[in-house]
């Protein structure tokens, strides 16, 4: 996301004929963009994107679980 961000600066930059970035050739300003999109094809052929969706849906379900039991009363345990 951070590449992207950087790409869409770059562009901004060179579009306004901002100092260093005018002088660049439009390759140099717009290479954040194929970085992205190769990072995003590499995460989605991987598996990382379904993973930390997952992940994500863990996370709420067991926030969703434990705050539905606290609501009942039935907090973690403690040791006698």
């Known amino acids: 996301m951070y590449v992207l ?13 901002v100092d260093p970035v005018a002088q660049w050739a439009w390759w140099w300003v717009l290479s954040p ?15 990382r ?5 997952m992940e994500k849906m863990d996370r709420r ?9 606290e609501a009942l009363g039935m907090g973690p345990r403690r040791r006698r």
């Open 5 to 17: 961000l950087l790409g869409l600066l770059l562009t901004a930059l060179k579009y306004l004929e």
């Open 33 to 47: 963009f194929a970085v992205t999109a190769v990072w995003w094809a590499w995460s989605d052929a991987s598996g």
């Open 49 to 53: 994107t379904k993973r930390k969706a």
């Open 61 to 69: 379900k067991a926030e969703r679980l434990q705050k539905q039991k």
